[in-house]
């Protein structure tokens, strides 16, 4: 008897260790940094673990919240508050598992403490669009599809989530779009807006799924009605929609699309559904095409101070810029010397100038025209050469300035600051390749690294006045947080970030985090 | 392995209680020795979580003691109990992998002192108990594969330690003055947990770097069960 009870003690010893988690044996991936209003937030797919540093107050929080397995895409809501995670879930392969199916967290990082919402969305998307309202999220499949596991695959599937609502048979909708042999190739949400004449006349958001040939329209307040296709090659021209800007207030929307020779507006009208047909629209499109000619290579929308729109549409096959007046389609060509393809307006929300730019000719130039007096017909439209004496690559507005930075190289090694008011550029010098640039929240500030050089470098934009801050190690990534702070993130797989509290900051002044993924590691289950 | 050890136990186990009595009256009436050494190692088995997480397999250790005879107490039928006070060191390390891509490594050094106690069943034979107390200095390391001086974690601390066991022991010589043995010991060691942080193998030098805040990764419990193999000279 003593002999079994001892030998059933010592088998027990060896026994009953307690099974180790599974996680730490899967293969890790980080996602992110994604930054948020306030903190910043990354996704360990192994630990299936939302970890975000609060730096809302002066000294910095780690949190980390528990999400579901397999975390495949993150993205930011609209107000920069949450995150937004879709996880592939898991089969059951083995006993003791439990099956979990592919759902969209809603992360609430200011009150980390309460539970995710989550949505399960059917299928593994990899991609999400969100509202600018925050009120709705589309998930679908990127260009490249779903992935390789599972074995049919729809990539015209999407589901419809309203985020304002918990979790439901009816929320998500899941929705099969109406194919003609394309797969979605993008997904933009309009503005909230409201169909003029409709019975219904709260304020709603459209999905636009662009594939090749085909714009399909869906309200996404009512995801389970029937969405309309608008076929784009009736001309029998192969068109790729590119682009598309809103204008809510007349719930119009300009597409801009390669191998198309105008700009197609779309103008959302009341069409009262037939009765008993559940699955009906109260709106129709319609349909027209302002006289861009020649295949427009970039359009920007803008209201002038009379609150009249126009469209600015840009056409380097014709040398031309088209100026068109929404209300009455009437259209003013300008002539441009250079094949103009990049059209950025100063400033964005009431702008009076548009920069004009040939980024795929890499001329040496930019032009600035003139948004004031575009109704006076009599009055020419000016447009003012700027020689920048490199090639323009790209141009970036600088935000809340009359400034923008003018990248003359793909290496972004070479860089000048082009003052829009005056027409008068400075020079950048740099010492290697811009690898990661932010603007300060105040835009008072550029900060940008060098993946190679352990420094974050600052431009004062009031005055020029360059200044760096050498880091303890070289960074991967500046992030420029809302209440000023700036984050250098150092590309660790553990986390390692240098915390500035503002532009200009001090190295006495900075702090460095080191290990913030791994924290409560040990406390993981 | 194991199978064999739990034979060995339980054959002398059951071979105590089966002595005749007048042999344990002579053994209990010798001069037991003053001095003994124990060198042997050791096997535990984590119960803790943490300890799994960084480790699945044992921890290894190898261990020393020391012990001085307090004296011998006379028991009823017989058996005669050796008590004696002990000091123990002990070094162990356990490896392990993470994430597929990461190597840790756990080192211990345990001290720890306590009561030892024996009965001696036959001559030579008999069973012991262990009761110690002390602290263990714990050290983890979690570094990429092949590239241990990279580590991303390398921190150690303190715990506080308890631990007990029983066994038993085998002298095939046994003199009056001499005894040369070996035994066995199962038994339950309690740590408390050491907070770890996430600081670096390669950190910089902290009057020349920013001020570093190192993340708690939380802590380290290497609670757990144990198996001791041991050699000893008793003088």
Known sequence: ?525 | MLRTITLFIAATSAAAYAQPAEQAEANARADAPSWRFDMGSSTRWFRDPSAIIATNDQLASFVMSAEHGLGTVELPRGFALELGVDAMWANGSAAGSMFQTLETSIGTNDLLGGVHASVRALRILAVTARAQAGASHVDLSIAPSGQPQMASVDDGGWARTLAGSVGAEIEPIAMPQVRLGFGMELGYLATSGVEMHASPTNAPDPDRSIETAYQSIGHLDLDGWTLRISAHLSF
């Open chain 1, 1 to 525: 008897m003593r002999l079994v009870l001892f030998t059933t003690v010592v088998s027990l010893v060896a026994a009953c260790s307690p099974e180790r988690p599974e996680a730490f044996d899967r293969a890790r991936t980080v996602l992110g940094p994604v930054p948020l209003k306030n903190r910043i937030a990354w996704v360990d797919t192994a630990l299936d673990r939302v970890v975000a540093l609060d730096l809302t107050t002066d000294s910095p929080r780690v949190v980390a919240v528990p999400i579901g397995r397999n975390a495949v895409y993150a993205t930011p809501s609209a107000d920069r508050d949450h995150l937004l995670v879709i996880t592939r879930g898991e089969e059951a392969l083995a006993r003791g598992r439990q099956d979990e199916p592919p759902r969209l967290f809603d992360v609430d990082l200011t009150n980390p403490d309460n539970d995710p919402v989550a949505y399960e969305v059917g299928s593994p998307f990899d991609r999400i669009a969100v509202s600018n309202d925050g009120r709705v999220a589309v998930a679908y499949f990127s260009a490249k599809g779903p992935d390789d596991a599972g074995f049919f695959r729809n990539p015209n599937e999407m589901a419809f989530i309203d985020l304002q609502s918990q979790p439901s048979d009816a929320n998500p909708i899941l929705k099969t779009l109406r194919a003609f042999g394309s797969t979605p190739t993008g997904v933009v949400l309009s503005p909230p807006m409201s169909v003029p004449g409709a019975d219904d006349p709260s304020e709603r958001t459209f999905a636009f799924v662009f594939s090749h040939n085909v714009v399909t329209v869906v309200d996404c307040q009512h995801a389970d009605r029937a969405e309309v296709s608008l076929r784009l090659d009736a001309t029998g021209v192969s068109v790729d929609p590119q682009e598309i800007v809103f204008a809510p207030a007349s719930s119009t929307a300009y597409l801009r699309s390669n191998g198309a020779r105008d700009v197609l507006q779309i103008i959302l009208d009341s069409d009262p559904p037939v009765p008993g047909d559940a699955h009906a629209n109260d709106y129709r499109p319609l349909l027209a095409e302002l006289g861009a000619g020649g295949g427009p290579a970039d359009i920007a929308v803008f209201d002038d101070p009379t609150h009249k729109r126009w469209v600015v549409a840009a056409t380097p096959t014709t040398s031309e810029v088209v100026v068109i007046d929404t209300e009455t389609a009437q259209f003013r060509r300008v002539a441009t010397p250079d094949p103009i393809d990049r059209i950025t307006l100063f400033p964005p929300d009431e702008p009076t100038v548009a920069v004009l730019s040939s980024l795929g000719t890499g001329l040496p130039r930019v032009q600035l025209m003139s948004l004031e007096h575009l109704a006076d017909t009599l009055q020419s439209i000016r447009l003012q050469a700027i020689d920048l004496g490199k090639p323009v690559r790209d141009v970036v507005p600088v935000p809340g300035r009359d400034l923008a930075m003018v990248v003359h190289d793909d290496n972004r090694t070479v860089l000048s600051l082009l003052d829009v008011t005056f027409g008068s550029v400075a020079p950048l010098d740099g010492v290697g390749r811009l690898d990661s640039y932010a603007f300060t929240a105040s835009g008072d500030y550029l900060v940008g690294t060098t993946a190679s050089v352990p420094r974050l470098g600052f431009l004062d934009l009031s005055n020029l006045h360059p200044s760096d801050l050498r880091l303890d190690t070289p960074p991967v990534r500046v992030l420029a947080l809302g209440n000023g702070k700036l984050v250098a993130d150092h590309g660790d797989p553990f986390g390692r970030v240098t915390i500035l509290p503002g532009a200009g900051a001090t190295r006495d002044q900075s702090i460095v985090l080191d290990g913030f993924l791994l924290t409560d590691f040990f406390q993981e289950r």
